[in-house]
């Protein structure tokens, strides 16, 4: 795995990867309010990442504070609260502003705002939409849940068993999908307005790792699958730059053949 | 019909100061009035510490409240005469938020479906398992995979299946179900709440279904009504797609407006997100309680609490000074083909 040019990944030293950890590549986990430490102010945890980073600790706290600004977060308050003194969304809103404290280039976000209520949600997103222009950033969002990202993303990768199964551009994907398990997913988002009898379940559980069929890993809950889906995994066949893509039967000749 | 009458619930939470023996008085659900009949979906809806939960417990009579009283075909849980705890069991049955916790690790599945069955004298042990397969398949499982298993050995959402099928056990004639759909994976939530739906249908249960997402509620309330409750309080309420359509609160209007669209295929939402985002639970005192987040807050609102009137229409209920429908879409996008 190689991030921005460098060397492999796993050939770094421990050093090295720390480095490109926070500095370039950032990570907000799940229910993140929970791995803020909770017997630490937020100005201390600050400090300590300012620290492990050689940073000047004043210029730390300039960014913090900034990025307080921006997460319309009270530096005041905020940089003074032990964290449990904060709301889950307020929480969640730090974790983000912790790792954008490096100026990274990269962000992995891993479902977060799955635990906030839908209004901190939606301030979550708007800020993190924001901070990705003015910052010249990239996200990578992990999420079960398409509407949420819809708005946001430029690109969409669908995995299923560990595999994609479908990938393009988000408006592309969400208007025209292709996978079964795609069209299932999207099938299975109640509309806000409008007509709910498209709304169908997605039938079947969800694969186990363990025990995964023979042939297309998706082929016991697809609605549309043949034959050739139970013997045979299909591969993601791409267009030619590579920018969309889909690992269905369906989409492929006899041969194998791309006919995207 | 079972009818809540002005009921409120208070707790009196410890706070770790010096004083000794202080403590914080959490109003959780004040002065709701609601009527809820079989046959009827209803959903409830607010963010989460509004008070959701412990109206549903209220009204399973596990929690007893602190004003007000709630009426089970007429008879109230308040006075000395409330119904026998086993009584009010059969008539209400609450599925609760967290399955996981509400369910014995140490006992398999067909002791856990058992249990309420003996327990409740429906039927022998023999007959017991009987209906136990049957729930079990009811809701989606399958009997003979499940039955010798612990709770550990299900799947998130098979274990959400397991606690409705308990649920019906005792053959309620209301279901409760607390966030069904919320720790389960969006692919498998609309399977849950059709099971849920069609065994309502079949045997004339009163369905509530407590969510914070507004696309659950409208699913699951289809025909039926929503409620939407803000810091303990009933601030909206009314058939399920007006409340979509044409909501009235301010606070209704924003929490609609920030459910995230599927670009391009729904109609954008314009934003009338409060300027606060943080739901404050001081600033009781007076005045409209979503007047700190409300971007139509006016003295009137700071000084005197709206009441839950009648609007638009007799069923339509709203509690605001300023309610009246807003535009909430933006540009309606081109249908899905
Ligand atoms: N047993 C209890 N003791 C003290 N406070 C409680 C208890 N149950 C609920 N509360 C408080 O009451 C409020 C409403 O809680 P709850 O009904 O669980 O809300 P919701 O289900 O909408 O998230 C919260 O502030 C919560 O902390
Ligand atoms: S009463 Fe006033 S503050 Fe309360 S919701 Fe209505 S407009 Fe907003
Ligand atoms: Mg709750």
Redesign the interface.
């Known amino acids: 795995m190689r991030y921005f040019g460098q060397d492999n990944l796993y050939d770094m030293s421990y050093d090295q990867q720390r480095r490109l950890f926070w500095e370039k590549v950032a990570m907000v986990f799940q229910a993140a309010q929970n791995t803020l430490n909770p017997l630490l102010r937020i100005r201390q945890q600050i400090l300590d990442i300012a620290q492990d980073h050689d940073i000047d600790f004043q210029q730390a706290m300039n960014s913090a504070k900034q990025l307080c600004e921006i997460m319309?977060l009270d530096s005041e308050r905020v940089l003074n609260a032990y964290p449990h003194e904060l709301?889950?969304?307020?929480k969640q809103r730090v974790s983000i502003a912790l790792a954008l404290l490096l100026n990274p280039s990269l962000v992995v976000l891993d479902e977060p705002t799955t635990a906030l209520?839908?209004?901190?949600?939606?301030?979550v997103?708007r800020i993190l939409n924001d901070v990705r222009k003015s910052h010249n950033l990239s996200l990578i969002f992990i999420t079960?849940?398409?509407?949420?990202?819809?708005?946001i993303v430029d690109r969409i990768i669908v995995m299923y068993a560990g595999r994609i199964v479908e990938t393009g551009p988000?408006?592309d994907v969400?208007?025209?999908p292709r996978h079964p398990y795609t069209q299932?997913?999207?099938a299975?988002?109640?509309?806000?307005?409008?007509n709910?009898s498209r709304?169908?379940?997605?039938?079947g559980?969800?694969a186990d790792l363990l025990h995964l069929p023979h042939g297309c890993a998706f082929h016991e809950r697809c609605p549309r699958a043949f034959s050739r889906c139970r013997q045979e995994a299909p591969r993601l066949l791409t267009d030619d730059h590579g920018q969309t893509g889909v690992a269905c039967h369906l989409y492929a000749s006899d041969s194998g053949e791309n006919v995207l | 019909m079972i009818q809540v009458i002005n009921v409120s619930k208070s707790f009196l939470v410890k706070t770790t100061s010096s004083h000794a023996a202080s403590g914080r008085i959490v109003q959780a659900v004040r002065d709701v009035s609601l009527s809820w009949n079989k046959g009827e979906f209803f959903a409830i809806v607010g963010?989460?510490g509004c008070g959701k939960t412990t109206l549903g417990r209220l009204l399973a009579g596990h929690l007893l409240p602190t004003g007000g009283e709630i009426q089970y075909n007429g008879v109230s849980m308040s006075t000395t005469k409330r119904p026998h705890h086993r009584h009010l069991a059969r008539l209400v049955q609450l599925i609760p938020q967290d399955p996981y916790a509400a369910l014995n690790p140490v006992r398999k599945i067909r002791g856990l479906m058992r249990d309420p069955i003996t327990y409740h004298r429906i039927a022998n042990n023999r007959q017991a398992d009987e209906l136990a397969e049957n729930l079990l398949q009811m809701v989606g499982l399958s009997a003979k995979d499940v039955i010798g298993k612990y709770p550990h050995q299900l799947?998130g959402?098979?274990r959400q299946r397991l606690v409705i099928a308990r649920a019906l056990t005792v053959e309620p004639q209301y279901l409760i179900a607390d966030e069904a759909v919320s720790m389960v994976?969006?692919?498998?939530?609309?399977?849950i709440m059709?099971s849920l739906k069609e065994i309502s249908r079949q045997r004339q249960l009163g369905l509530l279904f407590i969510t914070?997402?507004?696309?659950?509620a409208?699913?699951i309330a289809?025909g039926g009504s929503i409620a939407v409750m803000y810091l303990g309080q009933i601030v909206e309420q009314g058939p399920t797609e007006e409340i979509?359509?044409a909501p009235l609160h301010p606070y209704t209007q924003?929490?609609?407006s920030?459910?995230?669209?599927?670009?391009?295929?729904?109609?954008?939402n314009q934003?009338v997100?409060?300027s606060r985002?943080?739901?404050s639970t001081q600033n009781l005192a007076q005045g409209c309680s979503f007047a700190n987040r409300c971007p139509f807050a006016d003295q009137l609102c700071k000084n005197k609490a709206p009441s839950l009137l009648p609007s638009t229409s007799p069923h339509h209920l709203v509690a605001c000074h300023h309610a009246e429908p807003r535009e909430l879409?933006v540009d309606v996008a081109e249908p899905?083909?």
């Open positions: 319309y709301s889950g969304g307020m209520d839908v209004i901190s949600q939606a301030s997103l079960h849940d398409i509407s949420v990202i819809s708005e988000v408006r969400i208007l025209h299932g997913l999207l299975s988002i109640p509309p806000l307005r409008g709910l709304t169908r379940a997605l039938r559980q969800p | 963010e989460s799947s959402g098979q994976d969006v692919s498998l939530r609309i399977g059709d914070h997402d507004f696309r659950v409208r699913y289809q979509l359509g924003s929490l609609i920030a459910v995230p669209i599927l670009e391009g295929v729904e109609a954008r934003t997100v409060p985002y943080e739901i879409v899905a083909s």
